[in-house]
């Protein structure tokens, strides 16, 4: 695929074990009080496992 049509998609956030597993956090200058609407945890559970095989991936 030729560079001008590849898309890169960035999401800042960080990722932190607790209790060891690891947990997504959003950015600093995002109010989490209130989770948006909509919010699906099925989503947030795919980008979590997707880090864990990328990390898996890492250690070969």
């Known amino acids: ?25 959003p950015p600093k200058d995002i109010d989490t009080s209130d989770p948006p609407p909509g919010q699906d945890p099925r989503v947030l559970r795919a980008i979590g496992r997707t880090w864990a095989w990328r990390q898996r991936m890492k250690r070969g």
Do not use: Y
């Open 1 to 25: 695929m030729p560079a001008n049509e590849t898309i890169r998609v960035h999401i800042p956030l960080t990722v932190r074990k607790r209790g060891g597993r690891p947990r997504i956090l």
